[in-house]
Each structure stands twice: as C-alpha cells, then as structure tokens.
C-alpha cells in the first residue's frame, strides 16, 4: 500500500474566530496584562553599557529583513522585538553579541508564532556565519531563563481585529486599514523611542495613522482625526492625550524611514553581519512602508 503526501506548502491561516472577537472580556483581558510584557526600564540609562540607541536600531532592521526575506507570520517580527527589549532590560549585553541575541529571538518567536519556522542553521546563514547553530542553541536557554519562559507576550498585533470590529470602518477598506496598520507596528517595533509604549496605545496609534493616511473621514467623519481618537482612547482605555501623542510621534517615525527610504533607494536586500549596514543610516526601512499610500 502506498502513501501520499498531499500536505501543501501554502500555509493554511485559521479564520477569525467571532466567539473571541465580540466578547468584551477578551480585550479587557489583554488590556489587563499587557504592561507585563512590557521592558522594566528604559534600558540604555540603567542597564546597557556597551549598546547604543543606534545599535538596537540596527539589529531591528536586520530582524525585520529576516523575517521578510523568510515570510514569517506577521506576528514573528513585533514579538522577536519584544523578547529581545526584555532581555536587554535584564541583561547587560556586550554589543558583539546584540545580532546574536537578535537571530535567537527570531527563532524562538518564530516557533510560537510560524507553522514553518526557519532553522538554526539558516539564521546562521543571514547572519554571514559570524555565529554558529551552537552558539544560537545555547543562548536560547539563555534568553528563554531570563525572560522566565514567559514567551506568549501581548504584541500590537493581539489588538488590531478587536479594535477595528468596533470602528465604522467600509468593509471595502478594511484590509487595507489592516495593511498599513500593521506595517506601522513593524516600523515602531524599529524604534527604541517607543519600546516603552503599551502594545494597545501602538496599535491604536498606528491604525489612527493609517485611517488618516487613507483619508477615510471624507466618506464619515466619525473617522475624522479628532473623532477618531477619542473613539479610540475609549475602546481601549487610553487617556485622548497619551494616544495623540504616541500617533503623532508614530507619523513623525514614518515620515523619517520614507525619507531615510529615498535616500537609499528600493534596495532591502538581507546582508548578513553588520559591516555593510554600518555604511547606512543607523536607522532601517521596514520593506513595505514604501507600498504606503499617504
């Protein structure tokens, strides 16, 4: 008797499950534990002694660059970053160990997150080889001991279908409401300026952004900016003030990778180690921020 493999290499994404989107007690309870996935502390001034602003910037645009280049589930990029800002909030790291650290929070996200996730031994591969599978395995029981193996943490992501069932949004717009929403996650996950920001006030800032970017108020202005916001603050619970701020620092980000963008061009091809980004701007593109029409 023969068997046959029929299994597809498209990966098969589960349905929106409606019992957890219109139940209120499920965004309350991400509201509820979200700041414990959150850093300690602003981690350049008390922690790290040897990494810079710039570093973290770098690292997280290399991670982006990974996980697109393997198609990771959207998911993998926001909570690599987030693994790798708690580590550095509790572990003084030497900055020739920071790609390291990056290519091991790839590969424990991606196992949460990825049906296909990518090898120890292809991440070696994007890091030019500076690091071994070895090395990567043993750092990620050191990674998985210092955060304490509490890895399910609440990402931007967690609140995007929850924010935008409660929003009038045209049905015919929503997918692209989704798109641009979720490339400004990625791009604020690039930014250590909003490390410390709470995943429900990046996901409500970035899904303002992309609302007004889109123009959306001219068909209802309940989406007006103003409008929009205090709708939003009382969705999840965000002082009005707090959440036009962090959507205002949100656009001034974007309007600094679109420039930085320009400059360099269409080219975001992945380059392993760090010598060849050190000839670029300290901050990095997220790909698709370029497909963003504002």
Request: charged residues 25%.
């Amino acid at each position: 008797m023969e068997l046959y493999c029929l299994e597809s290499d498209t990966a098969v994404k589960a349905q929106p499950d409606p019992n957890i989107l219109y139940d209120d007690r499920v965004l309350q309870s991400l509201l509820t534990i979200e700041d414990s996935f959150l850093p300690q502390c602003s981690y350049f001034q008390r922690v790290q002694k040897d990494i810079q602003p710039y570093m973290r910037r770098m690292v997280a645009g290399w991670m982006h660059e990974v996980c697109e280049e393997e198609n990771t589930n959207q998911d993998v990029f926001p909570l690599a970053i987030n693994y790798l800002d708690r580590f550095l909030a509790v572990m003084p790291t030497r900055k020739n160990y920071l790609q390291l650290l990056g290519a091991v929070c790839i590969f424990l996200a991606a196992k949460l997150k990825d049906c296909r996730p990518p090898s120890a031994e292809k991440l070696c591969v994007y890091t030019d080889n500076s690091i071994t599978p070895r090395e990567l395995l043993e750092w990620e029981l050191v990674v998985l001991g210092k955060l304490k193996w509490n890895m399910a943490s609440v990402i931007p992501n967690d609140f995007i279908e929850h924010i935008m069932r409660r929003l009038p949004l045209p049905k015919d717009k929503q997918a692209m409401v989704c798109k641009h929403t979720l490339t400004f996650i990625a791009l604020c996950a690039t930014d250590d300026r909003l490390a410390m920001n709470p995943p429900s006030m990046i996901a409500t800032g970035s899904m303002a952004a992309a609302i007004c970017g889109l123009q959306l108020d001219h068909s209802d202005q309940r989406l007006s900016r103003d409008n929009l916001t205090d709708l939003l603050a009382k969705i999840t619970n965000t002082e009005v003030d707090c959440l036009r701020a962090c959507q205002e620092q949100i656009e001034r980000v974007l309007a600094s990778s679109l420039q930085q963008g320009q400059q360099y061009g269409p080219d975001s091809a992945v380059r392993g180690g760090s010598k060849s980004r050190e000839q670029q701007d300290q901050s990095s593109t997220p790909t698709d921020v370029r497909d963003v029409n504002l």
